[in-house]
Structures are given as C-alpha cells and as structure tokens.
C-alpha cells in the first residue's frame, strides 16, 4: 500500500529565516505530487504539483518554491519566510482517477 | 462566484439524526467530485468520491446535480466519531491527472451524545 510521510511535523520560525519541508512517498512509482496550504479560516490553496523528477509548476505567486529531485520525493523551500507564510503544509498524491491522499502535515508557525 | 462553496456550519446533532451537507460548485466543466473527512488539526482524508447516479457506502449517501451544479452528502444514523470537517472539491475541469482540485472550506459538524 501507498504511504505519504512529511517531516517536520510541526515548525515555529523567525521571519526572514529559510524553510526546508520534505516529503517522501512509498509504494507507487512515478506518482504526480501536490504541496497544499491550508491556513486558518480558509480552505485548502494548492501551492505547486509535479507530474515527474524536475518538473514543477506553481498555481500561484508566492514566496515559496519546490523541487523534486527523485521520482518519491517532493520539497518545498522558502529562502525568507513571511508572517504569512504560516500555516499547515500538506503534501499529496493523486491515484489515477481518484482524489487526493496527504500525508499527516507540517504545521508551520513563523513569527 | 466562489467556486467551491459550502455552508461553515456547525451542524449540531443529536446521536442518531440524518444530518445534510450541501455544496455548489461554479465550473460546469469540472469532472470529478469528492467529499472529504477532516478531523481537527489532521490532515484531510478521502470520505468518498460522488458519482453521476449518485452512491453509497454505509450510512453515507453522496448526491450529484450537474445541472444545478450541486452536490450533497447525507449521514444517517449520526455517531459521534462522525464529528469532523467535511469538505466538498471539485476538479478544476481541465482533465487529466493534473486537473486541480478545489477545496471547499469545509462544514463543521458536531455529534453529541
């Protein structure tokens, strides 16, 4: 069976610091990968998807970034965090012709 | 327009109730529906997908209306670990795997003894 891990689980960071959030997938191969957000009050906004090593696409202007440097694993980075860059991280995987599974989360609290 | 939208909530319920979750959704080309589970402070979890001819499984029961756009979710028999978050996402409409999918901001229901 599929397995998604994130780590950390939970962050607090100064602003102005960089941010590092890494996840893992087990037991598929090649899946297509999604960073969300979900912040307080709001639903949850996809960040970035990646359908293969290297390939990256942004839904949406922001101060974060991503890369996928082998088939299972997915990052997502920030060389200055903002306020509002807080939140809870959710990372993805999407069966063929199903919804998405996440893994458990980073909660994220910059201050 | 929002394109996902859902009623907050809470729905407070007895043990036992039938309890009704509505959703409308703004692009008529979108595909794929979905409800999802979310307990506090975890991630989402897959609940059910929605088919065209509408589908159960167990107490829940999953309605679609393309033509109005709509979607539903009914819970019979409430027990309270059904306390929880349900979110309402819809495909984007574009297709294929990398179709995106849009949440709702989800419906607070609350079960008590």
């Known amino acids: 069976s599929q397995t998604i891990h994130q780590w950390p689980a939970t962050l607090v960071q100064p602003v102005g610091s960089p941010l590092s959030l890494e996840c893992t997938v087990e037991?598929?191969?090649?899946?297509?990968l999604y960073w969300y957000r979900q912040a307080a009050g709001r639903g949850l906004q996809l960040l970035f998807y990646?359908?293969?090593?290297?390939?990256i696409s942004s839904e949406v202007p922001q101060n974060l970034s991503a890369s996928r440097p082998q088939d299972r694993q997915f990052i997502l980075s920030s060389k200055k965090l903002l306020l509002s860059d807080s939140g809870f991280y959710l990372c993805?995987?999407?069966?063929?012709?199903?919804?998405?599974?996440f893994g458990p989360g980073t909660r994220l609290l910059v201050l | 327009r929002k394109e996902v939208e859902q009623d907050p909530g809470p729905f407070n319920v007895p043990e036992g109730a039938t309890v009704a979750f509505n959703c409308t959704y703004s692009?008529?080309?979108?595909?794929?529906f979905f409800w999802y589970r979310q307990d506090c402070r975890k991630e989402p979890k897959l609940l059910m997908s929605?088919?065209?001819s509408g589908n159960e499984d167990g107490r829940f029961t999953a309605q679609l209306n393309r033509a109005s756009q709509y979607i539903s979710l009914l819970i019979r028999d409430s027990k309270l670990s059904d306390s929880a978050t349900y979110l309402c996402?819809?495909?984007?409409?574009?297709?294929?795997?990398?179709?995106?999918?849009?949440f709702g901001k989800g419906t607070k229901l609350s079960v008590k003894p």
């Open positions: 037991g598929t191969s090649n899946p297509n």
């Open positions: 692009n008529s080309a979108s595909q794929s």
């Open positions: 929605v088919y065209s």
């Open positions: 993805a995987w999407r069966p063929l012709l199903a919804g998405d599974h």
């Open positions: 990646s359908v293969g090593i290297g390939q």
């Open positions: 996402v819809v495909n984007g409409g574009y297709g294929g795997s990398q179709g995106n999918l849009i």
